[in-house]
């Protein structure tokens, strides 16, 4: 009895997850920037209030700013304080933790050279 439960939990998780990740896929704007508990103009931080990510289903990932354009891989992942974001783009990586997640807003957050960024993200339907 207790392999079948536990067969099930696990199960239910990676359903969980796999509608995350899910959820995730197709194109986010940008609409807030706040460094430091303090909102910030996304075009003097960006150089362009075009700032977008596009998450693709084979874990394909492009960021857009303005005319620039990078592209790298995601993963949506689980740690004990809720999920990460990895996004990786040549050979660096970037991890964010998800403070929000919805079918039509993110709200990530990293330490940048030691301040505190929360992005705001829109999805674009």
């Known amino acids: 009895m207790k392999k079948y439960i536990v067969m099930v939990c696990l199960s239910l998780a990676g359903i969980f997850k796999a509608q995350t990740a899910k959820e995730l896929v197709g194109k986010w704007q940008l609409v807030e920037t706040v460094v430091n508990n303090q909102p ?5 931080l960006f150089g362009s ?3 977008f990510q596009n998450f693709n289903p084979d874990f394909s990932f492009e960021a857009t700013i303005g005319n620039d354009v990078n592209k790298g891989k995601w993963e ?5 304080d809720g999920q990460i974001l990895n996004l990786t783009i040549g050979k660096n990586t970037t991890h964010f933790k998800v403070d929000y997640f919805d079918e039509n807003k993110r709200t990530i957050s990293f330490v940048n050279n030691g301040n505190n960024m ?3 993200y829109k999805k674009n339907k």
């Open 49 to 51: 209030d075009k700032v």
């Open 76 to 80: 949506l992942t689980k740690d004990n």
């Open 118 to 120: 929360s992005l705001t």
């Open 40 to 44: 910030q103009d996304i075009k003097s």
